[in-house]
């Protein structure tokens, strides 16, 4: 497999807990649902290391001014979940990035043909050609979801270079195909699994990240 991309697999041991609790199939939907807050927490954490715009200032303190380092308020940040398992890591998401806009994208599979439909679309017609989009999308499978979440964004005049992928469990299929397409983008996930069954479930996986978060 020859991936362009970046793909990072943060060493953090909650990352690696919280992975552990939402994989096993006996976590109920409740403590499914904490396990991808947290994840959608520390992975937007370490995502956000190298990405979020900065500017030189001076503040002063109570004793005397001195240099300090602000996050560029004049630069927007996007935060796009892809419904309805991306919702999931969203609260996470935000308790990292309390100013970012939120964007909503629905797509939805087909689970015979794995053909994916968009059936809620809030992102605007054009963003700012400088902003930082963090997309959420649980599951990197076939690759279906979020290659049509990176068409709309970059039709929309988003620079891939800008964009990074929140992800929990990522599959091969998916990162080629977002490799092909966009090689310099930046990619977080709690683990890269070995492949995808018949029915596109990544295995081993955690199932159907959707019906598990919200209990359906
Ligand atoms: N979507 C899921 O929720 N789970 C998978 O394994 C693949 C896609």
């Known amino acids: 497999m020859s991936i362009q991309l970046r793909v990072y697999v943060p060493e953090h041991p909650l990352i690696k ?28 954490y370490e995502a956000t290391r190298t990405w979020l715009p900065t500017m030189e200032t001076k ?6 001014e001195c240099d300090a380092t602000l996050v560029n308020p004049e630069v927007p940040i996007g935060v796009i979940p892809i419904l309805r398992a991306g919702l999931a890591l969203l609260d996470g998401a935000q308790t990292i990035l309390p100013i970012a806009s939120t ?18 679309n809030k992102l605007p017609e054009k963003f700012h050609p400088e902003i ?8 990197l499978a ?5 290659m049509m979440a990176m068409k709309e964004l970059t039709n929309r005049g988003v620079d891939a270079a800008f964009i990074r992928i929140i992800s929990v469990v990522a599959a091969p299929p998916a990162l080629q195909k977002l490799s092909a397409e966009y090689p310099n983008l930046n990619i977080y996930t709690a683990i890269i699994d070995e492949g995808l069954n018949s029915k596109g479930y990544i295995v081993p996986g955690l199932g159907d990240a959707g019906d598990r978060a919200f209990g359906t």
């Not at 599979?109 to 053909?115: A, D, M, V």
């Not at 930082?132 to 599951?139: G, Q, S, T």
Request: glycine residues 6%; contains cysteine.
């Open 17 to 44: 807990h919280w992975l552990a609790v939402a994989r096993d199939a006996n976590t109920p939907p409740v403590l499914f649902k904490s396990a991808m807050t947290e994840l959608g927490r520390w992975l937007t």
């Open 59 to 64: 503040v002063q303190t109570p004793l005397t």
């Open 103 to 120: 964007y909503h994208l629905g797509l939805v599979r087909n689970e015979e043909t794995l053909e994916v439909n968009c059936y809620l």
């Open 132 to 139: 930082r989009v963090l997309i959420l999308e649980p599951m």
């Open 142 to 146: 076939t690759g279906g979801s979020i």
